[in-house]
């Protein structure tokens, strides 16, 4: 007789704000994300022998991160499906530590399943603890979901990790890569990270003219060091530069975790060549690590 899957849920927190709360107008949404001009421009297609075995993947609104999303999902789902999907994010509340949460998650498309096996054998071997402290307002691993959700008619598993600090990076991704052996599984890790937030409202503004080529010339910096796999370049470019990279901390531990040989920029821009305005703006990517 087959064990019912019974666990605590973790409700949506940004559904109705960051991407459309109704089912049917999300997945209207997302299948415009795909088909947008900043875009892959088309939706997923036939599965080829590929591997890509992580990304880096934007989490604004979908309004304005969705398309860059759009290229990392069309690339992952056009490739071999992964066993698992390690969701890692950043902190953006600042409430508690470093921790997975053994947890479905809910989004208009239904729930999210857990891998609770492999979160389970992490928190044993004392990789993460467990803790919903970080997780509950979190929307960095949120919003990769649906795309998910859409992609694999929701028949996947993936984990939750939120990254609070950069203590324990090195440990914790040899733990991650045992565990990965351990399991037999095969494992896409998805870092989520926005790149530059510049202006007033992010409270930083190193430079007043020029912005949107100083904005580029920032953001090519650090994911120069990613393409070129500089895990202690990138993680000195952040340090020196002070760039408001958000998940910077999540892309260290990919790094860290995956071994990869080569490494793609799927797409770049900025909310600002959304809005016109550069008053304000953050930048968006799509990585793929194969």
Request: hydrophobic content about 40%; some cysteine.
């Amino acid at each position: 007789m087959a064990l019912l899957h019974c666990l605590m849920v973790r409700a949506s927190s940004v559904a109705g704000q960051f991407y459309n709360g109704n089912a049917e107008a999300l997945r209207k949404q997302i299948a415009d994300c795909f088909r947008s001009p900043l875009g892959p421009g088309g939706l997923p297609e036939s599965a080829t022998d590929r591997i890509i075995k992580g990304a880096v993947s934007p989490h604004a609104g979908y309004m304005f991160s969705g398309p860059a999303a759009a290229h990392v999902y069309k690339a992952i789902a056009e490739s071999q499906k992964p066993d698992l999907f390690l969701l890692i994010g950043p902190n953006h509340t600042g409430m508690g530590r470093t921790a997975t949460l053994i947890e479905d998650f809910e989004t208009p498309l239904g729930n999210a399943r857990v891998d609770s096996d492999f979160g389970n054998d992490l928190i044993n071997k004392g990789v993460l603890i467990e803790s919903k402290t970080p997780h509950t307002y979190e929307h960095s691993l949120e919003v990769q979901l649906p795309f998910l959700q859409y992609t694999y008619q929701n028949n996947f598993r993936f984990l939750p990790i939120v990254v609070s600090s950069p203590l324990g990076l090195e440990r914790i991704a040899g733990g991650l890569k045992k565990a990965i052996d351990r399991s037999g599984k095969k494992v896409c890790i998805i870092a989520s990270s926005d790149f530059t937030h510049f202006g007033p409202n992010y409270g930083y503004v190193p430079f007043t003219e020029k912005i949107k080529e100083n904005i580029k010339k920032l953001d090519t910096g650090a994911i120069g060091k990613i393409i070129s796999k500089d895990i202690e370049g990138f993680e000195q470019y952040i340090r020196e530069t002070g760039a408001t990279v958000c998940g910077f901390l999540p892309i260290a531990l990919l790094m860290r975790t995956v071994e990869y040989s080569k490494c793609e920029l799927l797409k770049y821009y900025t909310s600002a060549d959304i809005a016109g305005d550069y008053q304000n703006s953050v930048s968006y990517a799509g990585i793929i690590f194969e």
